[in-house]
């Protein structure tokens, strides 16, 4: 094959399919943010949707400089890239912005920026490069998991502390789903697990005030109906008013009424709900379903190990974050403030989960080499 052939063949691999839908579930994001904000008295809080057309704008360019440099060189560059992210943690802790109570800010020009956010990417390349230089030919055992493990929990102490129990979740997510898919024995697991029940309720120990609080309320939350069960509430109906086929585009009450609170970003999916109901909401769940299903079909096609691991950890990232804010707004789960990827407003996770997005279309058009 020629040069010119192959990167003609190369591109022929990239998964359109994939772009598209997450271009799909954007512009459902920019909607719903136009019209969460449609009433306020604020022009800040109006031009939001703008604010998130030229973040996915910029997200799209960041994607592209990382679909178009090889995964392997950037598994090369996988320390010193958890090194950045490592200082730029301690960064927000000496200068950072507090916002919701939680210091999690870095002041970047005119925008404010979340490290924590950009972190998640450069543990999945890193755990995914230690696990693939294991080279094991069978399942990891106690000791192989150390090092990833390691690696893992500084940046969940430190984004825990912050406090932002949310994110430091995901950390905790990012490696058990990297080295469950890489392989790891069954003793280890049910060991694990039984270890992970016994411990359960000491972690209460360790929560502050207003966390506990917000596990409490989520059992009761006409307990506190005008405070911490305040959002919760509203959610719940918001999301039922919608019924079948919702209220319609750009009718939603709870939202124009401003009795939802955080509309744009943890609770979008509730305005979404209420403006086009059950069905709209299945169809928008059906979405990100095939989009997951499409990034493991990459991870499971992937030439090799690497590949497969980043694609997985990526997959990992935004499934959690997706059921985990959906069951947030249903009032299943405490409020931590993980948003709705693609959907919520907010600049430093859509620009993560384009990155996570590079990652993947990466992975899925040079799987050629191996046809």
């Given amino acids: 094959m020629t040069g010119e052939y192959i990167e003609q063949y190369k591109w022929r691999k990239f998964d359109s399919t994939l772009l598209f839908v997450v271009l799909l579930l954007c512009a459902i994001g920019v909607i719903a943010i136009y019209s969460s904000n449609l009433q306020s008295d604020s022009m800040f809080m109006k031009g939001l949707y703008l604010r998130q057309i030229y973040w996915i704008a910029l997200s799209l360019v960041a994607m592209g400089v990382v679909m178009v440099i090889d995964y392997h060189t950037i598994e090369r560059m996988a320390y010193p890239l958890y090194t950045i992210g490592i200082i730029s943690l301690i960064l927000v802790d000496i200068t950072g912005h507090t916002g919701g109570g939680s210091q999690r800010w870095l002041a970047l020009g005119g925008f404010n920026f979340q490290p924590s956010e950009v972190m998640k990417i450069t543990l999945i390349i890193l755990i995914a490069r230690i696990v693939d230089d294991m080279e094991k030919d069978e399942d990891m055992g106690v000791l192989d998991l150390l090092k990833p493990a390691f690696f893992a929990s500084v940046p969940f102490l430190m984004v825990a502390r912050q406090p932002d129990l949310g994110t430091a979740l995901i950390f905790i997510i990012l490696f058990a789903s990297i080295v469950l898919f890489a392989g790891i024995r069954k003793r280890i697991i049910i060991k694990t697990a039984a270890l992970m029940a016994i411990l359960a309720p000491l972690f209460w120990l360790f929560l502050k005030p207003y966390q506990k609080k917000r596990i409490l309320t989520l059992l009761d939350p006409e307990s506190d109906p005008m405070g911490q069960g305040y959002q919760i509430i509203q959610s719940k109906i918001a999301i ?87 069951g947030m707004t249903l009032g299943l789960l405490p409020i931590v403030g993980l948003t709705a990827p693609f959907i919520s407003y907010g600049g430093s996770s859509l620009l993560t989960n384009f990155i996570g997005i590079g990652l993947v279309l990466n992975v899925s058009y040079r799987r050629f080499a191996s046809e």
């Fill in 240 to 326: 039922g008013s919608g019924g079948l086929w919702g209220k319609g585009l750009f009718e939603g009450t709870q939202s124009k009424l401003n009795f939802l609170p955080a509309k744009h970003t943890d609770f979008i999916f509730s305005v979404v709900a209420e403006e086009v109901g059950f069905v709209g909401s299945i169809i928008l769940i059906a979405l990100f379903f095939f989009f997951i299903m499409r990034v493991m079909e990459t991870a499971i096609h992937s030439r090799d190990k690497f590949g497969a691991l980043i694609t997985v950890g990526v997959g990992s990232m935004i499934t959690f974050n997706l059921l985990y804010n959906i």
